[in-house]
T-cell receptor, first 114, second 114 residues
């Protein structure tokens, strides 16, 4: 059972465009939602994260939008650059016990065309 | 500060064999988690160790086991390998196990089972 559903599976965007990746979850106990960026041959690296008490978080060109009632959250990459080409994973964690049981989405392969 | 290191980076085994993977966390990090990454299932949590004790375990068969040493280094063992165990195995470390301790991933060990 996929705890976090991610779409699209792949995305092609022109340089300067906006990349949007969506995720949905079912477990209302989740209270921490990070996004990871993974380049080929590397492990995932934390990009940005949000807690459900805010609806939006922005860091540079990256923004998370969070809709608690719809149980959805999305990553927006503004002014997308070829260097942003990577696989992006959303994730969710139930942090009550502090346990590190992160549930990941299936990933979105982003390609930014120059 | 050096990142998470994993050895070996690549490994080829045959069905029925067993394998041991190694992870050295970032200096000062006492928690180590293991993940399996496959194209079909994405990133899945295996287990987490803190202070030499397994704190949390994902939904994997008993063939998958791990341990942590007093210097926080961790090993993961897979016995009786199956073709489906072919995957990228990622190790991640974090300072502790409070709710929002962020984790940092290593580059992974690519295991191929023939």
């Amino acid at each position: 059972q996929q705890q976090v559903k991610q779409s699209p599976q792949s995305l092609i965007v022109q340089k300067g465009g906006i990349s949007i990746i969506n995720c949905a979850y079912e477990n209302t106990a989740f209270d921490y939602f990070p996004w990871y960026q993974q380049f080929p041959g590397k492990g995932p690296a934390l990009l940005i994260a949000i807690r459900p008490d805010v609806s939006e978080k922005k860091e540079g060109r990256f923004t998370i939008s969070f809709n608690k009632s719809a149980k959805q959250f999305s990553l927006h990459i503004m002014d997308s650059q070829p260097g942003d080409s990577a696989t992006y994973f959303c994730a969710a964690r139930w942090s009550k016990t502090g346990a590190n049981n992160l549930f990941f989405g299936t990933g979105t392969r982003l390609t930014v065309i120059p | 500060k050096a990142g998470v290191t994993q050895t070996p980076r690549y490994l080829i085994k045959t069905r029925g064999q067993q394998v041991t993977l190694s992870c050295s966390p970032i200096s000062g990090h006492r928690s180590v988690s293991w993940y399996q990454q496959t194209p079909g299932q994405g990133l899945q949590f295996l287990f987490e160790y803190f202070s030499e004790t397994q704190r949390n375990k994902g939904n994997f068969p008993g063939r998958f086991s791990g341990r942590q040493f007093s210097n926080s280094r961790s090993e993961m063992n897979v016995s009786t390998l199956e073709l489906g165990d072919s995957a990228l195995y990622l190790c991640a470390s974090r300072t502790g196990t409070t709710s929002y301790n962020e984790q940092f991933f290593g580059p992974g060990t690519r295991l191929t089972v023939l």
